[in-house]
């Protein structure tokens, strides 16, 4: 009886003991680690976890962490963190494989129920340093807010509008490394809850089999594949709602505008954008709108292919595009990419002022006056007097007629648009202006200001204001009103 229990101590409770300590000692590192960051993260942040996960088979992580900020007192609570490889031992020393690049074969982090409150204190100061940076050019409209009513930019306040009061995400990321084929792959996920989830897969290959952080680029990684994709989650349906409310019109009707003045805005810039780029566009712009890109390039694209390349048309062909939106394949191998960028095509066409006669320029309606055309008689009878007495004779009587009498001011000349030198232009910004380019292309708007060759020019379109930028060798005539 009493063999029977030592063996059965020896074959039993012993490797249970064993088994016991070595997850405890396995725990214990993933606690350390746990701590050693907390302490790391003290001159910026508080954090606080409720509880260590540590699965044998090689996931580890926390549940219940709670990051406060030291800087505004902002709260970001994490549902859970989770790390998990293919090679359990690669946590017990997980820094000193990485830098060695003795990766394990599959690698993964994700966070789970990152949430951060839009009127929480760093989203204030993220709105006031975007307002500060959108000072510069206020009266601008961002090119998503088109068509939008007043509104000039779908920022945090724009969403708080469209009834997000929070943003809460998963994300994902994992490496897959596989140094004998020399091969790795990198993966992304985020989703955002009632926004939209997106997902994005790369595939690599390296020349060399040493994948350590400090030798990467040495191995001359060439892309073989890359896969996005973007699934509205109910952000289109928010977004097209608010737009057509602030906008006073049905979706329908804010979507074609939106369309309308983004092509205007695209095309003042030189872009035209084919058809079938226009249908992307407007079926992810459509509630859960989903677009899928593939981009698998023959034998890899590497630095040598990219030095050889003579024109981005060359670069578009050798990606070897695939795109679905809403699962219908797009033609994109339809599109003449050279054909895309065209001279800026502005606005407003307005025929050429005569260049002979400057002066003869078109008055300002709200301040032009119909001058009294002079009748031929009095023509006639001026004429004859200038003949019969001379000028000076003239001049004389009406010094004796005025003499004694305080002169007045002659009245100032009305304003106009006039035509004004280029290097001039500086001295009016602000001003109305109408500018005409060498392609005979018109723009009237206010001048912003002149800078580094370029004019920056504000017109006002419907529900919006767009800003164009122009370059001085492109213009031909510029009329300042003043």
Same mark, same amino acid.
């Given at each position: 009886?009493?063999?029977? =229990? ?39 942040? !508080? ?29 970001? #609570?994490?549902?859970? &963190? ?5 090679? *359990? ?8 494989? /990485? ?28 709105? =006031? ?13 961002? @090119? ?16 708080? !509008? ?11 990321? %994992? ?21 939209? +989830? ?10 060399? %089999? ?48 939106? +369309? ?13 954008? *084919? ?11 459509? @509630?859960?709108?989903? &677009? ?10 590497? @630095? ?7 024109? @981005?048309?060359?670069?578009?062909? +050798? ?12 033609? /994109? ?6 054909? &895309? ?33 002079? %009748? ?5 009878? %001026?004429? !004859? ?26 009245? #100032? ?28 292309? =018109? ?13 920056? &020019? ?8 767009? /800003? ?15």
């Amino acid at each position: 009886m009493r063999k029977l =229990a030592t063996w059965f101590s020896i074959l039993v409770l012993l490797p249970a003991i064993l088994a016991a300590g070595a997850y405890g000692f396995y725990w214990y590192q993933v606690k350390s680690y746990a701590d050693r960051f907390v302490e790391q993260a003290m001159p910026v942040a !508080e954090v606080t976890y409720g509880a260590i996960y540590a699965h044998p088979l090689g996931e580890v992580g926390v549940d219940g962490v709670n990051i406060r900020l030291h800087t505004d007192g902002t709260t970001i #609570p994490i549902d859970s &963190i989770r790390i998990k490889s293919q090679d *359990p031992l690669f946590f017990l020393d997980p820094q000193g494989r /990485i830098e060695s690049g003795d990766w394990p074969p599959y690698l993964s982090l994700m966070i789970n129920g990152l949430e951060v409150g839009l009127n929480s204190g760093l989203i204030k100061s993220m709105e =006031a340093q975007a307002a500060e940076m959108a000072s510069l050019s206020a009266d601008a409209v961002s @090119p998503n807010a088109l068509a939008c009513g007043d509104v000039q930019n779908l920022d945090t306040q724009a969403l708080r !509008e469209m009834g997000y009061n929070r943003v809460k995400m998963d994300l994902m990321s %994992s490496l897959q490394v596989n140094p004998a084929e020399r091969f790795v792959r990198i993966m992304a996920n985020a989703d955002l809850d009632a926004i939209g +989830r997106s997902n994005m897969d790369i595939e690599l290959s390296v020349a060399g %089999s040493n994948l350590a952080p400090s030798q990467m680029l040495a191995a001359n990684p060439r892309l073989q594949r890359i896969e996005v994709e973007y699934q509205d989650g109910g952000y289109n349906i928010r977004r097209n709602r608010f737009c057509s409310e602030k906008a006073g019109v049905e979706v329908d009707a804010y979507l074609a505008e939106h +369309r309308r003045l983004l092509e205007q805005m695209l095309l003042s810039q030189g872009v035209d954008l *084919p058809e079938p780029v226009w249908a992307m566009y407007t079926g992810v712009n459509q @509630p859960r709108g989903r &677009i899928n890109v593939v981009i698998d390039p023959p034998g890899g694209l590497g @630095p040598e292919v990219m030095a050889g390349m003579g024109a @981005p048309t060359e670069l578009i062909e +050798r990606l070897n595009m695939r795109v679905r939106v809403n699962d219908q394949p797009v033609a /994109i191998d339809t599109i003449n990419w050279a054909a &895309i960028m065209v001279p800026p095509q502005l606005p407003d066409r307005m025929p050429e002022p005569s260049l002979k006669n400057p002066q003869l320029v078109e008055q300002a309606p709200e301040t032009a006056e119909a001058a009294p055309e002079a %009748s031929s008689s009095e023509a006639s009878a %001026s004429a !004859e007097i200038a003949a019969e007495t001379g000028d000076d004779a003239v001049e004389s009587e009406e010094d004796d007629l005025l003499r004694g009498m305080a002169k007045r001011d002659p009245e #100032p000349e009305p304003k106009r648009f006039q035509v004004t030198a280029k290097n001039q232009l500086a001295s009016w910004e602000g001003a109305q202006v109408r500018v005409y380019t060498e392609l005979g292309n =018109a723009l009237s708007g206010r001048m912003l200001d002149v800078k580094g060759g370029e004019i920056r &020019i504000e017109q006002r379109l419907q529900r919006g204001i767009v /800003i164009y930028p122009l370059n001085l060798e492109q213009i031909k005539t510029v009329e300042v009103y003043r």
